[in-house]
C-alpha cells in the first residue's frame, strides 16, 4: 500500500511498507527535456550525497537501491519523532542530549565537505534514541566556510523559530541555551567565527 507522507514544491515522499520513495515532481515551467535531465541530476546528487554521508558515519536513511537512469530514490524508513513536532516535549536534560548528537552529526559531515543545505530540525528524526539527518535534496559537496556557516545559520533560525520555549516554560531553557549545547560538539571555530558574519548580512537584509 503506498501511502503519500509529504509533498512539497521540489519532491513527493510515499511510503511504502518499510520503504520510502522520494520522487521528484516535475516542473511545467521547464522544458520537459531539460526537466528530466534536471530532476535526474539532482536525483544521483542526493544519492551520492547519502552514500558519502554513510560511509563517514553520519546517521541517514539507507539507499535501498542507487536511482540509475530514474528521478526516485528508495530509502529505509526510519520510524521515529520528527524534532521539529517533538524536541519541545522532551525534558530539558534530553533535549540537550539531542543537541550535542546534533553538533557530532553535523561537524562529520563538515568535515566532509557535505552541505546539507536545509538543516533543520523539520529534517531530522530521533528513533531509538539515535538522532537521522534526513532530506539532502539540497545538500552539495564544498570546502567553504560560508557554506558550512550557513548550515549553522539555518538550524539556529529553526531553533529561534519552532524552539524558544522547553515544556517547563518558567525555567526552561531558551532557543540560544539548545543551540549552545549545539556548539558544545560541532567546535569547527571558523565556521562558527563566519556564522557571525552569515548573521549580519542577513540582518542587513531585512
Do not use: C, W
Not at 530532476?39 to 558515519?57: D, G, Q, V
Not at 519523532?81 to 542530549?97: A, C, I, V
Request: net charge positive; proline share 3%.
Amino acid at each position: 500500500m503506498k501511502q503519500l507522507l509529504q509533498q512539497g514544491a521540489e519532491a513527493k515522499i510515499f511510503l511504502i511498507r518499510d520503504k520510502i520513495v522520494k520522487d521528484r515532481v516535475p516542473k511545467k515551467y521547464r522544458h520537459p527535456q531539460l526537466d528530466n535531465q534536471i530532476r535526474r541530476r539532482r536525483t544521483k546528487s542526493e544519492a551520492k550525497l547519502l552514500i558519502k554521508a554513510s560511509k563517514a558515519k553520519v546517521n541517514v536513511p539507507r539507499l535501498l537501491a542507487k536511482p540509475g537512469s530514474g528521478r526516485m530514490i528508495h530509502m529505509k524508513y526510519i520510524d521515529g519523532d520528527r524534532l521539529s513536532e517533538t524536541l519541545n516535549s522532551y525534558p530539558e536534560k534530553k533535549q540537550f542530549q539531542i543537541m550535542q548528537q546534533l553538533g557530532e552529526q553535523v561537524a562529520i559531515l563538515h568535515e566532509n565537505n557535505i552541505i546539507h543545505g536545509d538543516l533543520t530540525t523539520s529534517n531530522t528524526i530521533l528513533s531509538d534514541d539515535k538522532l537521522y539527518l534526513i532530506d539532502f535534496g539540497l545538500g552539495f559537496i564544498s570546502t567553504k566556510i560560508e557554506d558550512k556557516a550557513v548550515d549553522l545559520h539555518l538550524i539556529k533560525q529553526a531553533l529561534e523559530a519552532k524552539h524558544f520555549r522547553s515544556p517547563d516554560h518558567l525555567l526552561g531553557q531558551n532557543h540560544t541555551a539548545l543551540f549552545k549545547q549545539f556548539l558544545k560538539t560541532y567546535k569547527d571555530k571558523e565556521a562558527i567565527e563566519r556564522l557571525k558574519v552569515v548573521e549580519k548580512r542577513g540582518r542587513y537584509k531585512h
